[in-house]
């Protein structure tokens, strides 16, 4: 089975610096989402792709966030120049768009920004 | 814009009790609805969905939710917990028709003791 995969599982970065994380889906599903959750709190949007295309940002990706999804497999989210407040688990989905309402998580990658 | 309310952030039961965790809704229209588990150090696992028909919904591990539209709520049930069951829910609305962007709840943490 093999599931979404997120790597790193953790990272921790100085304030300032940028940093990249690997989201890779599920192989057959087009769909692909990057979700943030705080401490105490659910996860919030952010934003996906269907294919290599992205159709939808949230308000709560900032100019220094980007995601790729290039060749409509496994995407990237960079978070230029770090904040404290970026600290968080960034959690990436994936479904299939004619079941667009079954995402699929991955277990995460936990940034730390000191 | 829709949301969802979890009133509980955290419920204790004893191991063999019943459980009801509550999740109210604000959407439009007929919504999409989620719950999910979190484990920690996991990723979400979805437990069961609803989008039409029965309103009374099976998922896995035993558990079981009722969507109820007078009452805006979509609250999961199971009628015997176990010790593992102990991890944080997630209630979570998606937008009718795609259903691509789903709001979350801030969770309920549960906990077991034997």
Same mark, same amino acid.
């Given at each position: !089975?093999?599931? @979404?995969?997120?790597?790193?599982?953790?990272?921790? *970065?100085?304030?300032?610096?940028? @940093?990249?994380?690997?989201?890779?889906?599920?192989?057959?599903?087009?769909?692909?989402?990057?979700?943030?959750?705080?401490?105490?709190?659910?996860?919030?949007?952010? *934003?996906?792709?269907?294919? /290599? $295309?992205?159709?939808?940002?949230?308000?709560?990706?900032? !100019?220094?966030?980007? $995601?790729?999804?290039?060749?409509?497999?496994?995407?990237?989210?960079?978070?230029?120049?770090? /904040?404290?407040?970026?600290?968080?688990?960034?959690?990436?989905?994936?479904?299939?768009?004619?079941? @667009?309402?079954?995402?699929?998580?991955?277990?995460? *990658?936990?940034?730390? @920004?000191? | 814009?829709?949301?969802?309310?979890?009133?509980?952030?955290?419920? =204790?039961?004893?191991?063999?009790?019943?459980?009801?965790?509550?999740?109210?809704?604000?959407?439009?229209?007929?919504?999409?609805?989620?719950?999910?588990?979190?484990?920690?150090?996991?990723?979400?696992?979805? %437990?069961?969905?609803?989008?039409?028909?029965?309103?009374?919904?099976?998922?896995?591990?035993?558990?079981?939710?009722?969507?109820?539209?007078?009452?805006?709520?979509?609250?999961?049930?199971?009628?015997?917990?176990?010790?593992?069951?102990?991890?944080?829910?997630?209630?979570?609305?998606?937008?009718?028709?795609?259903?691509?962007? %789903? =709001?979350?709840?801030?969770? =309920?943490?549960?906990?077991?003791? %034997?």
């Amino acid at each position: !089975d093999t599931g @979404v995969s997120q790597d790193p599982r953790h990272k921790i *970065t100085k304030r300032g610096q940028n @940093v990249t994380f690997r989201c890779d889906p599920i192989s057959e599903h087009n769909r692909l989402y990057w979700y943030r959750q705080t401490l105490g709190q659910g996860p919030e949007f952010l *934003t996906y792709f269907q294919n /290599e $295309a992205q159709l939808e940002k949230s308000r709560l990706l900032s !100019d220094r966030f980007s $995601a790729e999804r290039p060749k409509g497999s496994f995407s990237t989210l960079e978070i230029q120049r770090t /904040e404290q407040g970026d600290s968080a688990m960034y959690l990436c989905a994936s479904s299939l768009s004619i079941r @667009v309402e079954t995402q699929y998580f991955g277990p995460g *990658t936990r940034l730390l @920004v000191l | 814009a829709q949301s969802v309310t979890q009133p509980d952030i955290h419920i =204790t039961v004893s191991e063999g009790a019943s459980l009801e965790l509550r999740c109210n809704y604000s959407y439009g229209a007929t919504p999409y609805l989620f719950w999910y588990v979190q484990s920690p150090g996991q990723g979400l696992q979805l %437990l069961l969905k609803y989008f039409s028909g029965d309103t009374l919904v099976q998922g896995i591990k035993g558990f079981e939710a009722e969507f109820k539209r007078s009452q805006s709520s979509f609250n999961l049930r199971k009628p015997s917990v176990h010790w593992s069951d102990a991890a944080e829910y997630f209630c979570a609305v998606g937008a009718y028709g795609t259903a691509s962007k %789903l =709001t979350f709840g801030t969770g =309920t943490r549960l906990q077991v003791t %034997l």
